[in-house]
């Protein structure tokens, strides 16, 4: 079965602070996808990132990057110098390459940036 | 260039009673995948429809079942709700054709759905 866990409930930080959103996956499968969602108040997701399972490089994309480790099945995302628009609850989510078309997210991080 | 549009915003219903959600993908795409959202936890999913027709089902009763239109837009309807089943009800849409490493979902805002 497949799994992604999201330890972290909710994460306050004061503007310019930087944080690190923690994600770990379980699957049996050796391909795969994992995505990166933003949920703003208004409760459209919104995508940030896809990785798969075969991509381990690590990215920075402005003020945010994923660290991304097979070994340890996790993917996670840091957003540098947070803001206060920053604040959202954000999905890890979980995608298989083949008989399956569905996402499966995890619990969400709550993250506020305080100003 | 219009994203995904979910139809209504909010929706109070009673126990019982049943209830029709509206989706309208984003331009170009042909494929509506519908998700759960309970308050606090991650989307669940319920179905995805692709050329009308239920593709994949997750763990959803028989109460959920849906529809898809020759225009590709999607219904999400639930009978004799239950108060279990109050939640934010999102609509994703994609491409049918490629895998969900190309092109991944849009989401909509979502139907907020209160069951009383």
């Known amino acids: 079965a497949q799994k992604v866990t999201q330890a972290q409930t909710e994460i306050s930080v004061v503007e310019k602070e930087d944080v690190t959103l923690d994600c770990v996956y379980e699957?049996?499968?050796?391909?795969?996808?994992l995505f990166w969602y933003k949920q703003p108040p208004s409760g459209e997701l919104v995508f940030l990132i896809r990785?798969?399972?075969?991509?381990?490089q690590n990215e920075i994309s402005g003020r945010y990057s994923w660290n991304f480790q097979k070994s340890t099945s996790s993917f996670n995302f840091t957003i540098t110098a947070s803001q206060v628009v920053d604040s959202a609850v954000y999905f890890c989510a979980l995608s298989l390459t083949s008989g399956t078309y569905k996402y499966i997210f995890g619990t969400g991080t709550r993250l506020k940036v305080l100003a | 260039d219009a994203g995904v549009t979910q139809s209504p915003t909010h929706l109070i219903k009673t126990r019982g009673q049943q209830v029709t959600l509206r989706c309208s993908p984003k331009?170009?795409?042909?494929?509506v995948s519908w998700y759960q959202q309970a308050l606090g936890q991650g989307p669940q999913f319920i179905f995805q429809?692709?050329?009308?027709?239920?593709?994949q089902r997750g763990n959803f009763p028989d109460r959920f079942s849906g529809h898809q239109f020759p225009n590709y837009s999607s219904e999400l309807n639930v009978n004799a709700l239950l108060l279990g089943d109050s939640a934010l009800y999102l609509c994703?849409?994609?491409?049918?054709?490629?895998?969900?490493?190309?092109?991944?979902?849009?989401f909509g805002s979502g139907t907020r759905l209160t069951v009383v």
């Open positions: 699957t049996r499968d050796t391909t795969y996808y």
């Open positions: 331009s170009g795409h042909d494929t």
């Open positions: 429809y692709y050329e009308e027709e239920e593709r």
């Open positions: 990785r798969n399972s075969f991509d381990e």
């Open positions: 994703a849409s994609s491409l049918g054709s490629a895998s969900l490493s190309n092109y991944g979902y849009t």
